[in-house]
Every structure is written in C-alpha cells, then in structure tokens.
T-cell receptor, first 112, second 114 residues
Framework: GDSVTQMEGPVTLSEEAFLTINCTYT??????LFWYVQYPGEGLQLLLK?????DKGSNKGFEATYRKETTSFHLEKGSVQVSDSAVYFC???????????FGTGTSLTVIP | NAGVTQTPKFQVLKTGQSMTLQCAQD?????MSWYRQDPGMGLRLIHY???????DQGEVPNGYNVSRSTTEDFPLRLLSAAPSQTSVYFC?????????????FGPGTRLTVT
C-alpha cells in the first residue's frame, strides 16, 4: 500500500546549522508530496508541497525536491533558527484520491 | 476565516464516560477526517467522511463513532471512554488547491481518560 517513511528523531541542532530530514515514499501511482510542521501545542500546518517529479517546494527557507528515481522528498534548510523547533511530518496523497498518508514525524530542537 | 475549529481544547474523563469532540470547518470542504496522535506513532486515521451523510472507518476506528449531517460539522463520539483513548485528537478537512488536495488541521483536543 501507499506509505511514507521518515527519519527517526529527535534531531538537535545548533542555531545556523544545516538541516536535512529524510523522507521516502512507497506509492502505486503518482502521488503529491507534502511537508507539514507542528509547533508545540498546535495542529499541523502545511509547510510546502510538490505535485510532480522534479518539482521543488519551498517556504520559509525550507526546501524539498520530489525525486521519483529515489522515491524521496527530503526536507532541507540552510540555516535553522530556534523558532524552527517543531515536529515535521512528511505526507503523500495520490493524485487520484483524497486520503493522506503521514510519516511518524521527526522532532527538531534548535538550541541557541 | 476560522478554518477548522475544535472544542474542547482539553478534557479529562473517567473510564466509562461518554463525550463528543466537536469539529467544524467553514471552507465548504467535502472531505473531513479525525486522527489521533500518540508519542512515537505519528498520526493515525480514526474515521473519515467524503461528504454529508457518508462516513467510513480509518485505521483505528474501534471505540469511536462519527456522523456527518452537514458539510460543516464532523463530531467524534466516544461511547465508553477507556485509558487507551488518552491521546491528542485532530480534526482535518481537505480541499482542492489547484488540482491537488491540501489538508487543513484544527488545533487539537487533548483528552485524558483516568
């Protein structure tokens, strides 16, 4: 079935460090891919998305590229801030469906 | 634009009690869903609805009921609460953004069953 696997956390980085959170997917067709962010005590918010192979989604300094050949959608940021501390979820939806599949989430803590 | 709203924010129940978690959206979305979030488990789908009058089970439906009488509202009922239902519950609605669905989440209800 369709699924998403993301790297286990927690991840702890110093401010201004480079961030990568790995995400790979399994899908029988053509999915759209998403990264959601959950700040402490809040619901999930859409961070970025990509709808087809080689698309790059970007927002707030975060980027992710849809790689069909490696079935991946890794999240990157060049210089993290304390305010980026949150849980990040990778997700997919099939382009012919309306059900989302989420990874288990990766907790990020950025220390000053 | 309120988006997805959930009430209450926090709730403590005793084992065996019943309650309803409320969820409403003002985006006219057909698709709504309920998830529970537990440490190390990510989000697990409880029930979902593709429109008024239509509901279906997700991954972990046992112990929960839903109904969808209007497009806006999608309440989740716990008929007889158990400690295993201690969790954070999120309601979400999905709508088309271009050709692809995007999902919007409520702020969550933190439920403790003692």
């Amino acid at each position: 079935g369709d699924s998403v696997t993301q790297m286990e956390g927690p991840v702890t980085l110093s401010e201004e460090a480079f961030l990568t959170i790995n995400c790979t997917y399994t899908a029988t067709g053509y999915p759209s891919l998403f990264w959601y962010v959950q700040y402490p005590g809040e619901g999930l918010q859409l961070l970025l998305k990509a709808t087809k192979a080689d698309d790059k989604g970007s927002n707030k300094g975060f980027e992710a590229t849809y790689r069909k050949e490696t079935t991946s959608f890794h999240l990157e940021k060049g210089s993290v801030q304390v305010s980026d501390s949150a849980v990040y979820f990778c997700a997919l939806i099939m382009n012919t469906g309306n059900q989302f599949y989420f990874g288990t989430g990766t907790s990020l803590t950025v220390i000053p | 634009n309120a988006g997805v709203t959930q009430t209450p924010k926090f709730q403590v129940l005793k084992t065996g009690q019943s309650m309803t978690l409320q969820c409403a959206q003002d985006m006219n979305h057909e698709y709504m869903s309920w998830y529970r979030q537990d440490p190390g488990m990510g989000l697990r789908l409880i029930h979902y609805s593709v429109g008024a009058g239509i509901t279906d089970q997700g991954e972990v439906p046992n112990g929960y009921n839903v109904s969808r009488s209007t497009t806006e509202d999608f309440p989740l009922r716990l008929l007889s609460a158990a400690p295993s239902q201690t969790s954070v519950y999120f309601c979400a609605s999905s709508g088309l953004a271009g050709a692809v669905y995007e999902q919007y989440f409520g702020p969550g209800t933190r439920l403790t069953v003692t």
